[in-house]
C-alpha cells in the first residue's frame, strides 16, 4: 500500500514539513468547527494537505487520480499496524468519496467526524515520523553543526556572565566573605566565596570545589548594618554546630551535632545605627548541612533573613 523512500533530498523533506504543518493547522481547525459542514470542509483540506494537493478548489485536480500521491509521499506502513490500516481506510473512504469542489458542493460521504479526525491525525503522525527518518544527511549536519554552534555560544554567554557576576560579587561592597575549612578547626582552609544572604542549604553537596563532601567548616565575615538604635532579636537554625559573633561578642553558641528542627536559638542585643563587626561559624559533622540567620527589630519585617543590602564585606 505504501512505498518508504529511503532517499529525498533537503527541498522535498522541507516540502514536507511545510504540507505536514498546514495538515495540523486544518485538522486543528476541523476539530473546532462549528459545525459538521465546516469540520468535513477542514478534514478534507487536511486530507489534500497529506497527499500534497495545493488546492481543492480546482475542479481539474483529480482526487482519486491524485491519491497515488498519498502512497508516494514516504508515510510508511511497513509494519502493517491494524491501527494505521483502519486509519488509512477511513482517510481513503471519506477522500475518495468526496467532489473534487467541495468547496462549493460540500457533497461527502456519511461518516463518524471523530473517527476521520482521529485517523487524519494518526496518519500526520506516521507521515512526520517517516519523514523525520527520511531527513537527508546533509541537512542532519547542518542540524546538528547548527545545534552545536548554538550550545557553544550559550556556553560562552553563561562562562561570560558568571565571569562578570563573580567580579561583580567580589568588587561589590556588598555581601559577606565565606572561606571553608576541611575539618572543624578552622585550620586548613580549602576555599572562599561571597554570599548576599546569611542562609545557604548545602544538602549533601560540597559546599565548593576542593572541600570535602563531611567534615568541614565554615567562617562568615562582614559587617551588620543596623537600619536604626534598637532591640534586635537574632534566631539562627543550623545543621550541625552554629555560633554568631556580633562586635566580638559570642551571641549565641550552639556548637554541636544536631538536626534542623532542634537547632533554633534566639538572642537579642542593643544595636546603635550603623555598622557592627560580625562572624558566623558553622561547622558539618557528616550528612546534609543547612543554616539560616534570621533577625528582626529595627522596623524590619519579623524574622526576616538577614540579607543586603544590610551586608557588607569590611
Not at 555598622?275 to 529595627?298: D, K
Amino acid at each position: 500500500m505504501f512505498h518508504k523512500k529511503s532517499n529525498i533530498d533537503s527541498a522535498k523533506y522541507l516540502q514536507r514539513r511545510t504540507e505536514l504543518k498546514i495538515a495540523m493547522q486544518h485538522l486543528d481547525l476541523a476539530a473546532r468547527g462549528a459545525n459538521d459542514r465546516a469540520r468535513l470542509k477542514a478534514a478534507t483540506m487536511a486530507i489534500a494537505s497529506i497527499i500534497g494537493i495545493a488546492s481543492i478548489s480546482d475542479k481539474n485536480i483529480k482526487l482519486r487520480d491524485s491519491w497515488i500521491r498519498f502512497a508516494e509521499t514516504g508515510i510508511n506502513a511497513s509494519a502493517e499496524t491494524s491501527v494505521l490500516r483502519k486509519a488509512f481506510t477511513i482517510a481513503s473512504t471519506f477522500m475518495m468519496h468526496s467532489t473534487s469542489n467541495i468547496n462549493e458542493q460540500g457533497s461527502v460521504v456519511p461518516l463518524n467526524v471523530s473517527e476521520l479526525l482521529q485517523a487524519i491525525e494518526l496518519l500526520i503522525h506516521s507521515a512526520y515520523d517517516q519523514n523525520e527518518r527520511n531527513k537527508p544527511l546533509p541537512l542532519r549536519r547542518a542540524i546538528r553543526r547548527t545545534y552545536m554552534i548554538g550550545i557553544a555560544a550559550a556556553a560562552g554567554l553563561a562562562g561570560l556572565v558568571y565571569g562578570v557576576w563573580m567580579i561583580y560579587s567580589w568588587v561589590s561592597p556588598e555581601g559577606v566573605v565565606i572561606t571553608y575549612f576541611n575539618g572543624t578547626s578552622f585550620d586548613h582552609s580549602a576555599a572562599r566565596r561571597v554570599c548576599h544572604q546569611l542562609s545557604l542549604d548545602y544538602g549533601t553537596d560540597r559546599p565548593a570545589w576542593g572541600v570535602r563532601r563531611n567534615g568541614w567548616s565554615a567562617r562568615w565575615e562582614g559587617s551588620l548594618v543596623a537600619p536604626t538604635e534598637d532591640e534586635y532579636e537574632f534566631y539562627i537554625q543550623s545543621m550541625d554546630g552554629a555560633r554568631l559573633f556580633i562586635d566580638n561578642q559570642c551571641l549565641i553558641d550552639n556548637w554541636h551535632e544536631q538536626e534542623w528542627q532542634a537547632s533554633g536559638r534566639h538572642a537579642n542585643i542593643r544595636l546603635n545605627k550603623g555598622s557592627h563587626r560580625f562572624m558566623l561559624e558553622h561547622y558539618n559533622a557528616t550528612g546534609p548541612s543547612a543554616i539560616r540567620v534570621r533577625w528582626m527589630g529595627g522596623g524590619l519585617p519579623a524574622n526576616s533573613i538577614i540579607e543586603t543590602p544590610y551586608l557588607r564585606k569590611k
